[in-house]
């Protein structure tokens, strides 16, 4: 079998009807179903519909799309539904640090995610399950936020690659416990930490919605960069029966798709955007756990800016800033034996001045500044994982007090 034959290409028709109705989901093989630029299908970034939402007024909301929930990691399987999710039932925020290499939590190579946690009665709702008469249970207690890099077909991830922008940067969502199955079946831990953020409530629905403000900008920058390059060399070779309803080809599809991308609507919120030389992925600059470090400071200081400092310190809060991609760490990914040695005293003089590249470290900066909760004289430290604790159980979200 060939390569060609393992994969498949979603058409026009289908990304079209996926996004124009908020109750369709899409089940997608994680390694196999593909954008016709050649992106994994089932890594797209998370999209708010701004039209839908109201983020003022009686029972705010935002309305999401792409959010991750009932696939299999067994069969490479994920499920993306649409949910609306309530902006008053925030419970609290976790930093989720995610062990992956020697040292476990002490160590320097660590995942990083934001968790949103809500209170069992202002819970997000799937929107092909609301309502359903058969009584499905449609709520979600907890939201991932996590900032991965969108990969090709046969494209495999490594820190190294990753060190030349060769991938786009995207914020995808997730239902927690989606999320925590995927990482103890890998033989990962959780390594949570609770957020302390000025202004309580009003704190961690800014972190939110910055967060989600900076997800959504990206993720529409890369998708009309992503429709502006592919239209003529698909369509040329779209697959028979692609589009060719009576009510128009895939051109037709195509154009619907790029308008729904460009203009999504009034944004119910002005947050912050990532600059077009950020938008890529890169291990030291803008990986995840750097990303969920840049997004947790820049909603500390918006916070502090506007008069809510109870708690922080403002004099030992960093200021929020992304580093840039170095002409050496650009070289790397295809550098010989010889040329990773004489670029290793450029990484270590980099990581010498910009210690904040190293996920380790992000805890102890965190709670320097007052942002982590603290149990004792120590930030309380919830260690989650096959031999530890478990974050879910029947019941749904386990909730725990310092």
Known sequence: MSSDDV???????????????????????????????GHLAARVPVLVEWRSSRLDGEAPFLLLRNVNYGGSPLERTTVLHSVRMPLDGLAHVELTMVPLGPGGGRGPVQH?????????????????????????????DDLVLSWEPWRFRDDRFSFVKALGDDFDLCLRAYAGAQRYLEDVLDGHEWWSYRLRLPGGA?????????????????????????????????LGAAPAGAGVEADGGPGDDWEALRRRIETPGPLA???????????????????????ARYTVLLTARRLV?????????????????????????????????????MRAPSALRYIARNPRVLPNLIPGELDAAG????????????????????PYSSQGARRFEP
Request: aromatic share 6%.
């Open 112 to 140: 990083g995610h934001l968790r949103f946690v809500f209170e069992a009665a202002r819970r997000p709702v799937m929107l092909d399950l609301d309502g359903s008469p058969v009584g499905a249970d449609a709520r979600l």
């Open 7 to 37: 994969y498949r290409t979603l058409t026009a028709r289908q990304l079209r009807a996926w996004t124009e109705d908020e109750s369709r989901v899409m089940r997608l093989r994680t390694n196999r179903d593909l954008l016709p630029s």
């Open 371 to 390: 942002l982590l909760v603290r149990k004792g004289r120590k930030p309380w430290l919830l260690k989650y994982g096959a031999k530890g604790l478990r």
């Open 269 to 291: 919120f002005h947050g912050p955007e990532l600059a077009p030389e950020e938008l890529t992925y890169q291990t030291l600059v803008r990986s995840c756990a750097a990303m």
């Open 202 to 234: 009003e704190g961690a629905l800014e972190l939110l919605r910055v967060a989600l403000a900076m997800g959504d900008g990206a993720a529409r920058h890369t998708l009309a960069r992503l429709l502006d390059q592919v239209p003529a060399d698909w």
């Open 305 to 341: 800016d506007r008069g809510l400092a109870d708690g922080v310190d403002p004099a030992k809060l960093p200021e929020p800033a992304l580093g840039v991609t170095e002409p050496w760490m650009q070289a790397i990914p295809k550098a010989d034996l010889r040329g990773l040695f």
